[in-house]
């Protein structure tokens, strides 16, 4: 269920953004509306989740760093905005078994798999966790590429793709890792087709 906060939340992401930059929100269509949904997208800058997050029309449950937690005002605000932690440098069991069960609740998870920002703006190596949720869910794994500087009155580009075909790596039992490298491989093929 979406709460008033997320909504209102939501219209202001969407109001900021159409004020300080031209925005352009590319075949949002492709995400699946009632099912269960893994969107993975490259990561340039801290405002990429509200931004990846605040033009579609799903609450997109977005994994955080468990530090955000920790802070006084984030801590109770970020799970009314449907975020959950995952604690990096390690397997988080807890965050992968949330991870999974919401999955099967049909929501809609955003992820970064890089883990952390691209101080290049080019795509880094994934971590094996999206590849996890990929394979132990029957969930939808949409690759989204987001493109800018974030510099205000430039343009931000949000591209969301096709869903990636996992059927196969599920039936050959493919590693985690094998299954991250088929989904960077797809946001990368985003980022190139859109720049």
């Known amino acids: 269920m979406w709460s ?3 909504d209102f939340g939501k219209f202001i992401c969407r109001v900021y953004f159409r004020l300080f930059y031209r925005v352009l929100i590319i075949d949002k269509d492709k995400i699946p509306e009632n099912s269960g949904v893994l969107l993975c997208s490259n990561h340039i800058h801290y405002l990429d989740p509200p931004l990846v997050g605040a033009f579609i029309n799903r609450q997109t449950r977005f994994m955080a760093k468990a530090e955000l937690f920790d802070a006084p005002i984030l801590k109770s605000l970020l799970p009314k905005l449907g975020a959950f932690p995952i604690r990096r440098g390690g397997s988080d069991r807890q965050a992968l078994r949330t991870g999974l069960k ?9 992820v970064f798999p890089e883990g952390t920002r691209s101080k290049t703006s080019e795509l ?6 999206v590849g996890f949720f990929a ?17 205000l009155f430039s343009t931000l580009k949000v591209v969301y793709g096709d869903p990636i075909n996992m059927s196969i790596l ?5 590693s985690p890792e094998e299954a991250t490298k088929e989904i960077m491989n797809g946001i990368q093929s985003l980022l190139d087709q859109s720049r």
């Open 4 to 6: 008033r906060l997320h």
């Open 102 to 110: 919401l999955l099967k609740e049909e929501e809609l998870i955003g």
């Open 170 to 174: 599920r039936e050959q039992k493919a």
């Open 135 to 151: 394979l132990r869910s029957q969930a939808y794994v949409v690759p989204c590429a987001v493109i800018g500087s974030y510099k």
């Open 124 to 129: 880094g190596e994934g971590l094996a966790g």
